[in-house]
């Protein structure tokens, strides 16, 4: 069965992408599952290492239409898919209903997995949404040539600001800052683009919390943008150019994934942006206007810190509109 993935940094916008994706009646969503159950790789593929790693997605690859995981499967809300009647519709949201209810009610009762039953049709689409993937889109495209991959950038300082607010709203639980995992970011400073901007881990650490982050994000979309370039299957999207259009921008999306639009487009950016909700995961919002929230909510300091980081860069000068920090 076929395949076709998104893949974005956290906090880039890629969920309610994702949703819009699986607003397709020929598509089958998992949601993160390598966030659930890991890919045996580095989180940073150099282009010299790929050999060593296609057999181990190519393995890998097959198994997420079996995975169980109510995070991966139980993503609502659930849309009418071609070869899945409407009883066993309302039967897999009432199944994840419960487990989720459950999950909140009772703190013995820790529902991980669920079953669910999948469309049965061959023209389906197994479409994966991916946040741990960013830096080794160049193994994944080669993996399997025939998968269409999106690749989706969001303006750093809309990234920064929302990983932040998270950090400080203790959204991520418990779990160290991103921006105080030295493991991570010490793979990323040494990778071959890390290296190709002068970043060390002693600078790194002299850092601020924003300034860490823009760090990461610059390394992270440096490297994508060289996947992009050198692997035909992977196709760029800003996710600013999105929230301006989005009607436009999912056509383009469904097109690269190979995604017949019967009407579902306009259907979901009804549902999805005549209102707005202001939960943290929520996929209801004005798009442009929660996309540029950062210039009022992140301090004019940390905008103009995240310019002098990136200035200059490749990356972030696909964000030249949008640019200008607030006053």
């Known amino acids: 069965m076929k395949q076709a993935l998104l893949v974005g940094m956290p906090r880039s916008g890629t969920t309610w992408l994702a949703k819009g994706v699986d607003r397709q009646k020929n598509t089958i969503y998992f949601h993160e599952p390598d966030s659930e159950e890991k890919i045996n790789i580095p989180h940073f593929i150099e282009d010299t290492e790929v050999e060593n790693h296609i057999d181990t997605v190519r393995q890998y690859l097959p198994g997420i239409i079996n995975n169980k995981s109510l995070k991966v499967i139980g993503r609502l809300p659930f849309y009418p898919k071609e070869k899945l009647s409407s009883i066993a519709l309302n039967t897999n949201k009432a199944k994840i ?11 013995k009762i820790n529902i991980k997995k669920a079953s669910i039953s999948l469309p049965k049709s061959q023209d389906n689409v197994i479409f994966w949404k991916s946040i741990e993937s960013p830096a080794r889109l160049n193994v994944l495209a080669q993996a399997n040539p025939e998968m269409p991959i999106a690749y989706v950038v969001r303006h750093p300082c809309g990234v920064i600001n929302s990983e932040l607010r998270g950090i400080s709203s203790h959204e991520f639980g418990d779990n160290l800052p991103i921006y105080q995992a030295f493991g991570l970011m010490e793979e990323l400073v040494n990778s071959s683009v890390g290296k190709a901007l002068n970043f ?30 050198n692997n ?93 920090p607030s006053a």
Request: proline residues 3%; aromatic residues 12%; charged residues 30%.
């Open 232 to 324: 035909d299957n992977i196709k760029l999207f800003i996710y600013e150019d999105i929230c301006s259009d989005p009607k436009r921008e999912f056509k383009k999306i469904y097109d690269h994934l190979g995604l017949k639009d019967n009407g579902e487009i306009e259907q979901y950016v009804l549902e999805t942006t005549s209102s707005e909700t202001e939960t943290y995961y929520s996929i209801q919002k004005d798009p442009l206007h929660s996309a540029m929230k950062w210039r009022k909510q992140l301090p004019a300091e940390d905008q103009l810190a995240i310019q002098d980081i990136l200035k200059g860069t490749r990356s972030y000068q696909l964000f030249e509109q949008y640019n200008t």
């Open 97 to 107: 209903y419960l487990a989720k209810i459950a999950n909140s009610l009772f703190k």
């Open 200 to 229: 060390d881990m002693d600078q790194f650490k002299a850092l601020t919390p924003a300034q860490r982050l823009a760090v990461r994000w610059l390394i992270y979309n440096e490297k994508a943008l060289n996947d992009v370039k």
